[in-house]
């Protein structure tokens, strides 16, 4: 087991401290072997065939079968940096306040996000506070955490395979309605609903409350 940092974006951050949200998706950034240095993962050659071994211990590898019919393994084995039972701590978008810029009952609102005896922290997700000077998630250091998640489970699917029912623990309604929130959130990246990548799909409990987090924030140094 071990502790490490994963992104989400507020409106996902909001979801899990409303208890909306328990599983999130990650594309599998495969690494070609070198049989398949030129097999292009987005390109139709895939949908001659293709599968993924389901051997966590040892690695995920995609295997894709060619015009020939024949199978050949087209990556390398890959692990996800995330496994089942580790702790993760969220990083979101956030500021750092300090305390002589509180005033009135803004103190009493923040202090339950004090990190020392200077300052304290707000967070875009749920705080609405007028001049903000928030910082990128991919910034936020482990001490400025609030939101804590332990992995339950951790499993590879195409990302189209989603069912209604893991939609709805993805934070929304519908599997359609994901369909668009991962849209807006990935096709920039070059990873939109058409292209079906390979995701991890990973389940997890909001455990922000439990005692043990203050000491995990204390002994870590990200």
């Known amino acids: 087991m071990s502790k490490q940092p994963i992104l989400f974006s507020s409106e996902m951050v909001l979801a899990i401290l409303e208890g909306r949200k328990t599983m999130t998706r990650r594309v599998v950034k495969w690494k070609p072997c070198a049989n398949g240095e030129q097999f292009d993962f987005n390109s139709s050659v895939t949908s001659l065939g293709h599968y993924c071994t389901d051997v966590p211990e040892s690695g995920y590898v995609l295997y894709s079968r060619g015009r020939g019919g024949v199978w050949n393994q087209r990556t390398k084995p890959v692990h996800c940096r995330w496994r ?30 004090q990190s020392d005896e200077e300052g304290c922290y707000n ?6 506070v007028a001049g903000a000077h928030w910082h990128p998630s991919i910034f936020m250091p482990c001490k400025a955490a609030r939101v804590f998640l332990s992995v339950r489970d951790v499993r590879v699917q195409r990302l189209q395979d989603i069912t209604d029912v893991d939609a709805r623990k993805e934070g929304v309604e519908s599997r359609e309605e994901f369909r668009v929130l991962w849209d807006r959130l990935n096709s920039k990246r070059g990873f939109r609903w058409a292209v079906n990548p390979y995701v991890w799909v990973i389940e997890f409990e909001n455990i922000s409350g439990q005692r043990h987090n203050a000491e995990f924030m204390i002994t870590q140094s990200y």
């Open 84 to 113: 089942r039972g580790d702790t993760l701590w969220v990083r979101e978008t956030w500021e750092h306040v300090l305390c002589e810029s509180c005033e009135g009952d803004l103190l009493s609102y923040r202090c339950p996000y």
């Open 123 to 128: 967070y875009r997700a749920t705080d609405r």
